[in-house]
């Protein structure tokens, strides 16, 4: 992240406040770390989120039927 410019510099090029390159610098950094960060982890958290997409998915199907048949009666799905 050592650049040939100064912040000053790259923020005056780009037209932004100096914090704001500071930002992506941060921003960059984290980014950087974490995809030379064990996979693993990564997967397992991916894995539960889509879990409990998943659940949130099938409650609001039955929501959305039950809904259904209280304003259609006789209507399935």
């Not at 090029?13 to 974490?34: G, L």
């Not at 982890?41 to 929501?63: A, P, T």
């Not at 959305?64 to 399935?76: E, H, I, R, S, Y």
């Amino acid at each position: 992240m050592r650049s040939q410019k100064t912040v000053s510099q790259i923020a005056s090029e780009y037209q932004v406040h100096p914090t704001q390159v500071n930002q992506w610098k941060k921003q960059a950094m984290e980014t950087i770390r974490s995809g030379f960060s064990s996979g693993k982890d990564k997967s397992v958290s991916d894995e539960k989120k889509v879990d409990n997409l998943y659940r949130q998915i099938g409650k609001l199907q039955v929501e959305n039927d039950f809904l259904k048949q209280a304003v259609c009666p006789g209507t399935a799905s």
